[in-house]
């Protein structure tokens, strides 16, 4: 009884723990992390820009220009301003898009 007992515990630490590295990032920060590698980082290279020099995607750069959420990025990259690449649904699927989206934001400050 004690051994199932302390089986239970132990697989709910590591439950828990489980859950902490998602929240903190894991899995989807690192998607995120490669799909901005594949996708944004030829023009965002840490974070800055390479045809707007203005429109850098640090986290009071994309403030200044009234995006403060994931949703804002995404919408940029779904209907951009000249001289960046258009991403629609079918390049880039809204799951993917938002993990992107979230990786700058925590990224870039």
């Not at 023009?43 to 403030?63: F, M, R, S």
């Amino acid at each position: 009884m004690k051994r199932a007992l302390g089986i239970l515990a132990a697989t709910v630490a590591l439950s828990a723990l489980s859950g902490l590295a998602f929240a903190s990032g894991g899995k989807d920060m690192k998607k995120g992390e490669a799909l901005f590698k594949q996708h944004c980082a030829s023009c965002h290279a840490d974070g800055g820009n390479i045809v707007n020099p203005q429109k850098t995607i640090g986290k009071e750069a994309l403030k200044a220009h009234g995006i403060t959420d994931w949703k804002g990025i995404v919408k940029t990259m779904r209907n951009p301003g000249p001289g960046m690449t258009k991403f629609d649904t079918k390049t880039v699927p809204d799951k993917d898009a938002k993990k992107i989206a979230e990786y700058i934001l925590k990224t870039f400050k």
